[in-house]
């Protein structure tokens, strides 16, 4: 029979938060980055169902394309430099939230017009997480 070897060091599914002598931030942690990606894709989803859902014929086809399309350009386009990638259009911090607040909020409301408040709440909820997780990322865009 063969012996197993203990196997020394922290465990493979461990995140370390420190790399040399610099502390990761809690916001560039791959799990709050996959969340806060998964919350851009459902904000987009929520406002193309609404678009769907609200509408008939090519006023639906519109909606559903249109408005995901303009929210993603829009939060694609304004940026502020050293959070993500180059921006085109460089803006402040707290405008920079703004954008974000308001795309999540379009989102959010745009689910609960469609039926589906359930949804709605735990979208709601989830973002809420999400920036009570980048605590540091809001500080830095809000210049605290």
């Known amino acids: 029979m063969r012996e197993r070897r203990k196997r020394s060091g922290p465990p493979v599914w461990s995140y370390r938060v420190t790399r040399s002598a ?8 791959p799990a709050v980055l996959g969340l806060h990606f998964l919350l851009e894709l459902v904000a987009l989803f929520a406002v193309g169902y609404w678009g769907w859902t609200a509408h008939d014929g090519a006023q639906r086809w519109l909606w559903a394309t249109a408005l995901p399309l303009l929210l993603a350009t829009v939060w694609a386009v304004f940026r502020v430099p050293g959070d993500g990638g180059d921006p085109i259009v460089i803006v402040p911090g707290p405008l920079r939230l703004l954008i974000e607040f308001g ?3 379009i989102a959010i409301a745009l689910l609960w017009a469609s039926g589906q408040a359930a949804w709605a709440i735990a979208v709601l909820a989830l973002v809420v997480l999400d920036y009570a997780l980048q605590y540091d990322r809001v500080a830095r865009l809000l210049g605290l």
Do not use: E, I, K, Y
Request: zero cysteines; charged letters at 0%.
């Open 22 to 29: 610099h502390t990761v931030a809690v916001s560039s942690t």
């Open 103 to 105: 795309v999540m909020g």
